[in-house]
């Protein structure tokens, strides 16, 4: 997922969204007491959009002099679109929130708290101890109510593992290399892994950071160490950065410099990779794929030399804009979409871990692909959950810088550790400017 500035075509866009709804959010009941509410999506597919219409349908029945008309801006522009909306005042009543777009959205006082709603609804007992958690900024308030979670796990295919003559799946990133490299066969198109070299590339190079440095990591702040030092300045960190760059040396394709999220999944899905680190959504396009029920399966999250890993659930979810002249009516879709069956269906359309506790006991989650997220939601000593900073105003940057240092070393105009160097100063510096 990522984060787009705001661009003039990005307003223009937005305008014409708008005009073509007919309906501007923000004007308080018509004659007849009637509320229209406008709702605006971030991670939009066609998909997703017809499942969420239908929910609002069913919420709509439920609450007649309530009408949502649902926005869904292109995924590329949403983030921007939504910022203009928030910026102006008018457009949105209800709103899609990231975990990178929360910070500089409430920073600006554009999200309403919805912390005292939240204690007095019925629906919050239902709700797991992640979706509670992540309910609560770090400044006590609650700007949106997750709707599930992306949590990283790897996919592998059982045939290739077991072809190599391994007895099952890698468990840490030590492992991963070996199985991968064992795998790789260039001549018959075979790779390994499916290495992230494009956009977003930094993210897995911090799940391994992570996982060599997990047992002295601040859990409320994973860049950081418990002493108050970045995790990129651990000696930990060096071993992790080398041993996951050789991944791509090793037993990556060479055309893999430059992959994203879509053809890090084709690599997997058209069978020229052995292992895929991703996020669940990806369950859901392998069972469409060529792949076979019995060629692949998931595996839980990769551990560091201690035998632990990192998991850094990424988060989304509904909030209220602080604008909206239809806070009630707004809060009350929030808990409508938060409730267990609809949290539940979107969990599962959506291939995301869920937010209510009981949803752990469904087949769809405790047999075939699933059970490795299981696995890990019954081992947090193992698989700890920790928190990103992704709300910081400067995560943008910290992505555009991070992915080209990421392309530096791949390309061989940057070293391991002064990659390492770099990223500990910048967030050292970032850090001591926010004391300031």
């Known amino acids: 997922m990522k984060n787009k500035i705001l661009t003039t075509a990005a307003g223009i866009g937005t305008v014409a969204v708008l005009a073509l709804t007919g309906c501007s959010a ?198 950081l160490m418990k002493d108050g030092t970045t995790i990129f300045a651990a000696p930990e960190a060096q071993d992790a950065v080398d041993d996951y760059f050789d991944l791509f040396k090793e037993a990556s394709p060479p055309s893999a410099v430059s992959w994203g999220y879509p053809e890090m999944v084709a690599g997997f899905t058209n069978g020229t990779t052995a292992f895929l680190l991703q996020d669940p959504e990806v369950i859901a396009t392998v069972q469409d794929s060529s792949l076979t029920e019995d060629q692949w399966d998931t595996a839980p999250l990769l551990t560091g030399p201690s035998g632990k890993a990192a998991q850094p659930l990424a988060v989304a979810g509904w909030g209220v804009a602080e604008a909206s002249e239809n806070k009630e009516a707004a809060v009350k879709l929030v808990e409508f979409l938060s409730s267990a069956e609809p949290a539940t269906e979107f969990a599962q359309a959506n291939s995301l871990v869920p937010i209510i506790t009981e949803a752990a006991d469904d087949d769809f989650y405790s047999t075939g692909p699933w059970t490795s997220y299981v696995t890990m939601t019954e081992d947090p000593e193992t698989y700890v959950n920790v928190r990103q900073p992704r709300g910081v105003s400067w995560w943008t940057e910290w992505i555009q810088k991070s992915d080209q240092d990421v392309q530096n070393v791949l390309l061989g105009n940057m070293s391991t550790s002064d990659l390492l160097a770099s990223w500990d100063q910048f967030w050292t510096e970032k850090y001591a400017a926010e004391k300031g």
Request: glycine share 10%; aromatic share 10%.
């Open 26 to 223: 923000g004007a308080g009941p018509s004659a007849d007491g009637t509320v229209t509410l406008q709702m605006v999506e971030s991670l939009t597919n066609p998909a997703r959009t017809e499942l969420i219409r239908g929910l609002l349908d069913e919420f709509e029945k439920e609450n007649p002099k309530i009408k949502v008309n649902l926005v869904s801006p292109p995924t590329e522009q949403a983030d921007a679109k939504i910022q203009q909306m928030l910026q102006s005042g008018k457009g949105v009543d209800l709103l899609e929130v990231r975990d990178i777009t929360v910070g500089p959205f409430a920073n600006n006082g554009w999200l309403y708290d919805l912390g005292d709603d939240l204690e007095g609804w019925d629906g919050w007992d239902a709700l797991t101890d992640n979706a509670k958690s992540a309910s609560v900024a770090e400044d006590g308030k609650s700007y949106f109510v997750p709707y599930g979670f992306y949590g990283l796990s790897l996919f592998y295919r059982t045939d290739l593992v077991a072809d190599a003559g391994f007895d099952g799946p890698p468990k840490s990133w030590e492992e991963l290399l070996e199985q991968a490299s064992a795998i790789q066969d260039p001549s018959n198109n075979i790779y390994g892994y499916a290495f992230r070299g494009g956009p977003n590339a930094n993210s897995n190079v911090v799940a391994a950071i992570e996982a060599y440095t997990i047992d002295d990591l601040n859990v409320d702040d994973a860049f």
